[in-house]
């Protein structure tokens, strides 16, 4: 059963704040999170939210929500056109958010309740900071990915100043200067071409705080300590590494996809630690070649797992085909659902390995469940996130070849049954217990959290 850490109430009912997330999954989910969170310190909180991939206000009846109209109904948000949809958030949201914002502000006034006390949005979304400025309430940052991504950005837009760009393939295997311990192939966007101009533009876009008066991290300083402190230098704002934010807040769903529970009764039937959870987010998709062979893979390992296979997990394939033969071999060993109660499965005693795409989110809930990784990412922060599994925490597991059956099924046996695997579930533990007394009182979570809450407060007696 998940354990949520009791959080200090704060004697802030009725003072307003507002939270803007970008409606992709992995930085919707932790903007939601952060409202219950600051929600249970006693704010009132307010999601103005586009239009486009709503969350569900049903499952946050203490919230507020604000839809904001952009026009972008029926818009095809798959991984090449995310610029895109990013960039006409932020061109057709602004508007509406200062209208809205204009007239909440009137509405409090007339009713003599308390002030807006800030606004905080995704890092992404740099139309937010220029409604706060206009008027006049402070925003902040909120930052889904770890601070060495960020660190990531500056690097690349750096080399590209240097015009070092493109970059050799023959140094991707060398290490990058002031990033250890990322090596050149490691960053988050391809450096051994040119890099168009609408890319560098967002790099540049992404890393700019703006007028924001400090940066909210879902991170645990114990994970990335040097990182978060030398950003810090940098910025010259506070940092709250308040992170993670799914155990800081009640267990609510943050889902755009319908999550299939019958997973969780057949996991109960397995043994403990002997399952494989296999999820490659609700964005990464693979070609037909590597998504037959991780069939093949699971199926010649022989260990029981729960395989997650979105209808659009194959590329251009609306439609695909597990290999003939296949479900006749794996029988009731493994299940397939189309989407999963995530975090409620990793908390699972069943659950002992989790392979991944290693986005943040997923990446963070398998660490603080203390399940070991295999690593396949795929575009992003997740070459970041894979780098620090394998490299720094050596909780995680590359596979050599994601197009040979042969690499996979060793792989999986590697971590599920392998002194290895073991090793590295007791390292997964050691962080976890690491990460729990951090958020109990006087712990480094903890204390961030109230330090947060205090600086909010702290606009409203200006």
Not at 128 to 155: E, F, Q
Not at 200 to 224: H, Q, T, Y
Request: proline fraction near 6%; charge should be negative; charged fraction near 20%.
């Amino acid at each position: 059963m998940e354990r949520n850490v009791e959080l200090e109430p704060c004697r802030n009912k009725g003072r307003i704040v507002v939270l803007v997330p970008l409606p992709l999954q992995g930085h919707m989910t932790p903007m939601l999170q952060l409202g219950t969170i600051l929600y249970s310190k006693g704010f009132t909180i307010v999601v103005a939210h586009s239009e486009f991939r709503p969350p569900n206000p049903l499952n946050h009846p203490e919230f507020i929500f604000q839809p904001l109209s952009d026009n972008l109904s029926g818009y095809d948000a798959f991984f090449m056109n995310l610029l895109n949809l990013i960039s006409d958030i932020n061109a057709k949201c602004r508007a509406p958010l200062e209208k809205y914002i204009v007239q909440l502000m009137q509405d409090q006034k007339l009713q003599h309740g308390n002030e807006v006390a800030c606004i905080i949005y995704d890092g992404l979304l740099h139309f937010v900071d220029s409604v706060a400025t206009c008027v006049k309430i402070p925003s902040i940052v909120l930052r889904p990915s770890p601070a060495i991504c960020m660190h990531s950005y500056h690097h690349i837009l750096q080399l590209h100043a240097q015009n070092l760009i493109p970059f050799p393939e023959s140094r991707l295997e060398e290490p990058v200067p002031e990033l250890h311990p990322l090596r050149f192939k490691d960053l988050p966007y391809p450096i051994t071409c040119e890099i168009p101009e609408r890319l560098l533009d967002f790099l540049a876009s992404s890393i700019d705080i703006r007028s924001s008066l400090a940066i909210i991290w879902n991170m645990a300083d114990i994970l990335e300590h040097p990182a978060l402190s030398a950003l810090q230098q940098h910025y010259k704002v506070p940092f709250f590494p308040i992170g993670p934010f799914h155990k800081m807040a009640a267990a609510t769903s943050t889902s755009f996809l319908e999550e299939d529970r019958s997973c969780i009764a057949w996991l109960d039937k397995q043994a403990s630690n002997s399952v494989l959870y296999i999820s490659l987010g609700s964005i990464a998709c693979v070609d037909e070649k590597e998504m037959s062979e991780t069939a093949w893979g699971l199926a010649n390992s022989g260990i029981p797992f729960l395989w997650v296979v979105r209808s659009d997990s194959v590329n251009e394939k609306q439609h695909w085909h597990f290999p003939e033969g296949f479900k006749a071999l794996v029988g009731e060993r493994g299940l397939i659902v189309k989407w999963a109660p995530q975090k409620e499965v990793l908390a699972h005693r069943a659950v002992g390995g989790f392979w991944s795409h290693c986005g943040w989110n997923s990446t963070f809930e398998s660490i603080c469940e203390g399940v070991p990784m295999i690593c396949r990412p795929h575009f992003g922060d997740q070459l970041i996130n894979a780098r620090y599994l394998t490299y720094v925490w050596k909780v995680g597991l590359n596979i050599e070849n994601v197009l040979d059956r042969e690499s996979m099924e060793t792989t999986i046996r590697r971590l599920m049954l392998g002194i290895e695997g073991k090793e590295m579930r007791k390292r997964m533990l050691d962080i976890k217990e690491k990460l729990e007394a951090g958020m109990l009182k006087g712990g480094s979570a903890y204390e961030s959290l109230n330090d947060l809450t205090e600086f909010i407060t702290s606009f409203l007696a200006r």
